[in-house]
């Protein structure tokens, strides 16, 4: 189900900006018996994506009201929200545009994920780089190509999820989840700030590690920082954590962190 501007439909008009230029953020999360997980979270981030890509006007009171109606109607599955700047303007100026479109849809919720916390996940190396770009790095915007090329090379491999560099070899995230690892007692996640997104769930485990004693370390380091790694998790909102056991030719059995945090995610 999709509605648009609050109306239950599936036509976009053909000059707004998402079809046009990706000009717009999104955000995914997971509905749990009617009820949206992480609900002021993810409309914190839709406002930030919105004010990095200078989208102003959102009716942010319309949007929640929307979700929440939404995920009554789902009891268990996933939604997704997007923010586009709307319809108006020629090529790129974005004169004219006067009112951002609202979108929400729901979808299943995926159901390899319940397989995956007990099994754990495999990941592939990406021979897909993600271009550093500051400007756009954390937030979730429209614009997903790498992330599409990323993510059908993946389902050539057979793996579970893709390790991700950037095009200065430093690890950023996977195709659709974000990388922690620790190492003895010293926990890691790959800085963002050239390209990659925050998502949710990410910094719920940063915080948390915080109030269970860790200190995580947001680090700029090539792809063998993992060869020295105990213990490797991914995360995302819809997982929410999942440990991790092969990366290519190194293998982890540890789930001492992830043991630790699941209940609380």
Not at 9 to 23: E, I, P, Y
Not at 78 to 97: E, P
Not at 176 to 191: G, K, Y
């Amino acid at each position: 189900m999709v509605w648009i501007n609050g109306e239950q439909q599936d036509r976009l008009a053909v000059n707004d900006r998402a079809v046009q230029f990706g000009d717009g953020c999104f955000t995914t999360a997971r509905v749990r018996h009617g009820q949206i997980d992480w609900l002021a979270e993810h409309l914190q981030r839709l406002q930030l994506g919105s004010r990095r890509l200078l989208i102003d006007g959102v009716d942010w009171l319309a949007l929640e009201t929307e979700m929440k109606l939404a995920a009554r109607q789902q009891g268990d599955g996933v939604l997704k929200a997007i923010i586009s700047r709307g319809s108006g303007g020629r090529g790129y100026s974005a004169a004219g545009c006067q009112t951002p479109t609202r979108i929400v849809s729901l979808a299943p919720y995926p159901a390899h994920y319940h397989h995956l916390r007990h099994s754990g996940a495999r990941l592939a190396l990406s021979p897909i780089a993600l271009a550093q770009n500051p400007l756009l790095a954390g937030i979730k915007h429209l614009n997903r190509l790498e992330q599409v090329l990323i993510r059908t090379q993946l389902e050539q491999t057979g793996a579970d999820e893709a390790l991700v560099l950037d095009t200065a070899g430093k690890l950023v995230e996977c195709c659709a989840a974000n990388l922690f690892w620790r190492t003895a007692e010293q926990v890691f996640t790959p800085q963002l700030t050239q390209c990659g997104v925050a998502g949710v769930m990410r910094q719920h485990i940063i915080s948390l590690l915080e109030q269970q004693g860790y200190h995580c370390q947001e680090v700029s380091v090539e792809m063998s920082a993992l060869s020295r790694a105990d213990e490797v998790l991914i995360c995302n909102a819809l997982m929410p954590v999942l440990p991790v056991y092969q990366i290519e030719g190194w293998r982890y059995s540890s789930r001492q962190l992830c043991d630790l945090i699941s209940p609380y995610c």
